[in-house]
């Protein structure tokens, strides 16, 4: 990796990792229960508790986010966000249902719609599939959606607005090793564009209260970078009434 990557991983990391762990301390009030951190792009069918609300962060080369996300509703998760990168700061807005809960070799399933707010400049939708294994120490998860994005491309010596339509798709495995310690591995893509992969380990902090990961991603070609180092964590309270 270059060192330039490097260098922008540690001045986003100092720069807002203060700042994210203030507002994890301040809005959880000390209530924890169990948390799924999730800066993997593929995501599981879960979601967070009924009443409680979740913050995840995660931090990273390319871009870093802020996500709180509260389920007012058994089996529904909406949350709202902020998304940081070189170059631009923009708005991320979700919401998940979970139609079955994974079980014992028996898959679950969700519906998670999503837009991207700076204006508005994509809308996604997807499916997420888990299936655990090996009494849960196995976790694999499927992802199959659409997404729909609006950029500008050049246009002689204006610029015009392009609309692109989107399959995207990913597969990811969590494989427990040992107490509180997961290796993850995904890849995921859209179209026939050259897939992407991440990788790395996860681990409980404090035992079914605090999650953390520490991620490494890229592209299978040399056209464009992948995500890079990422640190992430999540934070469940506790029912809040």
Not at 228 to 234: E, L, N, Q
Request: contains cysteine.
């Amino acid at each position: 990796m270059q060192t330039s990557a490097i260098s922008r991983f540690y001045r986003s990391f100092s720069a807002r990792f203060p700042v994210c762990l203030a507002l994890l301390f301040i809005i959880t009030g000390g209530l924890v229960q169990t948390s799924h951190s999730q800066q993997m792009v593929v995501d599981d069918a879960g979601v967070t508790g009924y009443r409680t609300f979740q913050l995840e962060s995660w931090l990273g080369t390319e871009e870093s986010w802020i996500l709180p996300a509260f389920s007012p509703i058994r089996n529904l998760e909406v949350g709202a966000g902020i998304v940081f990168s070189d170059n631009e700061t923009f708005f991320v807005s979700e919401a998940k249902y979970m139609f079955r809960d994974p079980e014992k070799h028996v898959p679950g399933f969700a519906l998670v719609t999503g837009a991207f707010l700076a204006p508005f400049e994509e809308f996604y939708a997807f499916v997420p599939v888990t299936l655990p294994l090996v009494n849960d120490r196995v976790m694999l998860h499927g992802n199959l959606g659409y997404q729909f994005e609006r950029h500008e491309e050049p246009h002689g010596v204006h610029e015009h607005l392009e609309d692109d339509h989107l399959l995207t798709w990913g597969a990811r495995a969590d494989i427990n090793l040992y107490g509180p310690f997961w290796i993850l591995g995904e890849l995921f893509g859209a179209n026939d564009f050259t897939p992407d992969f991440q990788t790395g380990v996860r681990t409980e902090v404090i035992p079914e209260s605090l999650e953390m990961d520490v991620t490494y991603g890229n592209n299978f070609s040399r056209d464009h970078s992948g995500m890079g180092f990422t640190f992430g964590f999540a934070w469940n309270t506790s029912p809040l009434w």
